[in-house]
């Protein structure tokens, strides 16, 4: 009787782990909308139950691989970084949980393949927040403030529920993973042409407000992630060529006719490469200063780096400061692991890159039918994706912010769903 009972409450149990992990997983979009305190909740109860879910069903397969294997090798690195660093504590703060993004990543792989209804779920989660976007972004871009009547500063546009720019990258981030999930539930499902209709409508103008943003960075990844697959998919040539001739008109027509938005993507832009001054910048001067900072940190401790994070506490230093800008970080990954996480951390970050490049390129091929073997659509949607956020020539955000991360390691567990499955067939 009592073997009985244990039995029901332990089945109880993990029926519950599962639906609270289905649950935070599938409004991961919206949380990822609602700011940074909401992403890394929801993202943190997602490893968390994951962590319980693998223990209580001995689960250890899904951490037996070489990608994750490489992924806690550079945790443990982060780590020793941090307590070598002039700051121990302040980067220990970064360094010494950053594993959790990688269960994160295992975790939204496990949903993917052992959930039935996650990618549905997870696809109307993403639809919804589209909806908000485009409605409170639109309505932003027209009347110069959001709908809560906070003034729009520099003609950016802020997210719904805090003042941060991140509409851009939320939506070239997200934007790749909803496409994939359209053509996933579409094969599964019959998607009449009023449905892709709609879709693409919501595709182009999500596109479109990457642009109105005035995020730069976000423009440039989603350009680029558009351009690949539009010439390398093997499918949907009509909808390719569609998507990208009224992509192309919309953009001009809005930059060339609203002032505010050619001053901050074009004369500002120009202005700070250089080009009317005559003198070239990577960039800007302010991001030619935080490179040179991070490359002075890199000079002074270039195996291990100064500390995960630690940039904001050494730009102003009298030894590595070269001009009158500090930041919390130095805008671009590379620049940044080099500094504060030496030759080591910045290897294991463009090997990544690497790695990604070598796939695009020999789907390439498999295009130009020189190779015989490629990938399916879905996954070099997601491949490129990654290859553009990780893409070395272009500012970025702080490499350990949990908004960040998050949103990277969405896309490293939509691809550990595909090596797992093929790995267990």
């Not at 289905?22 to 979009?29: C, K």
């Not at 496409?179 to 449905?195: C, M, Q, R």
């Amino acid at each position: 009787m009592n073997k009985e009972i244990i039995k029901k409450n332990f089945f109880l149990y993990s029926l519950s782990l599962d639906n609270i992990l289905f649950f935070s997983a599938s409004i991961l979009p919206i949380a990822l909308m609602a700011g940074a305190f909401f992403s890394n909740l929801f993202a943190t109860v997602v490893s968390i139950i994951f962590l319980l879910i693998s223990i209580n069903k001995k689960i250890i397969s899904y951490y037996k691989n070489i990608f994750i294997l490489i992924f806690f090798s550079f945790c443990i690195f982060l780590v020793i970084s941090s307590v070598a660093s002039d700051f121990k504590l302040f980067s220990l703060k970064s360094s010494l949980i950053y594993f959790r993004h990688g269960i994160f990543a295992i975790a939204i792989a496990y949903c993917l393949i052992n959930y039935k209804n996650f990618k549905v779920y997870f696809f109307y989660s993403l639809l919804f927040s589209y909806i908000l976007i485009i409605v409170t972004g639109y309505y932003e871009f027209i009347y110069n403030e959001n709908i809560f009547g906070v003034k729009s500063d520099l003609y950016r546009l802020s997210m719904i529920t805090n003042e941060k720019w991140i509409v851009g990258g939320y939506i070239s981030r997200t934007l790749p993973i909803a496409l994939v999930l359209f053509l996933v539930i579409g094969k599964d499902k019959l998607i009449n042409k009023y449905l892709l209709f709609l879709f693409l409508l919501l595709f182009i103008l999500s596109f479109l407000l990457v642009i109105l943003s005035g995020e730069r960075s976000p423009m440039v990844v989603i350009i680029i992630t558009m351009i690949i697959c539009l010439f390398i998919l093997n499918k949907f040539k009509k909808i390719r060529l569609f998507f990208l001739f009224s992509s192309i008109i919309l953009s001009v027509l809005v930059v060339n006719y609203n002032e505010n938005l050619k001053t901050r993507i074009i004369k500002h832009t120009y202005s700070q490469l250089g080009f009317y001054s005559g003198q070239l910048n990577l960039f800007s001067p302010v991001h030619e200063e935080y490179y040179s900072e991070s490359f002075a940190m890199f000079k002074q401790s270039p195996i291990i780096g100064k500390g995960p994070n630690t940039f904001r506490k050494y730009c102003d230093h009298v030894d590595y400061n070269i001009g009158d800008y500090c930041s919390t970080h130095p805008h671009n990954y590379y620049f940044q692991l080099l500094g504060e996480t030496g030759l080591i951390g910045f290897l294991y970050l463009f090997s990544s890159f690497i790695f990604i490049s070598w796939i695009i390129f020999k789907q390439t091929m498999f295009k130009l039918k020189i190779f015989s073997e490629g990938i399916t659509n879905n996954l070099l949607i997601l491949y490129t994706s990654m290859f553009s956020l990780l893409w070395p020539i272009i500012p970025s955000y702080n490499f350990f912010n949990s908004w960040n991360s998050i949103t990277l390691y969405l896309i490293a567990g939509f691809l550990l769903a595909d090596y797992f499955s093929n790995e267990n067939n």
